[in-house]
């Protein structure tokens, strides 16, 4: 059993950064790939980036070259840097986990909100 907590979420003008943070508790060696999906009101739930165990990553093609996703192994944490923010981001970002046999964990949620 794995649980995510996830935190930074916030309200921010078009163009501002924000960065949020997953930390992980639990049976955190069994975790492989780590990441964060997103879903604003009204719109599937899309996936926003991956980060492997080993640093490997992908990025949706939305927020290429804006976002940048990280992990620190040794603290059980990802990241996700939201840089050249636009209101089309707005959204509830989840950060998830899967565990070497595929199972996926997901956190609660933080909100993002992107306003002048």
């Known amino acids: 059993q794995v649980q995510l907590v996830e935190s930074g979420g916030g309200l921010v003008r078009p163009g501002g950064s924000l960065r949020l943070s997953c930390t992980a508790s639990g049976s955190i060696f069994s975790i492989n790939t780590m990441g964060w999906y997103r879903q604003a009101p009204g719109k599937q739930r899309e996936l926003v980036a991956t980060?492997?165990?080993?640093?490997?990553?992908y990025y949706a093609d939305s927020v290429m070259g804006r976002f940048t996703i990280s992990r620190d192994n040794a603290k059980n944490t990802e990241y996700l840097q939201l840089d050249s923010l636009k209101p089309e981001d707005t959204a509830d970002y989840y950060c998830?986990?899967?565990?070497?046999?595929?199972?996926?964990?997901w956190g609660r949620g933080t909100q993002v909100t992107v306003s002048s």
């Open positions: 998830t986990a899967w565990n070497t046999r595929s199972y996926q964990y």
């Open positions: 980060i492997g165990k080993g640093g490997s990553t």
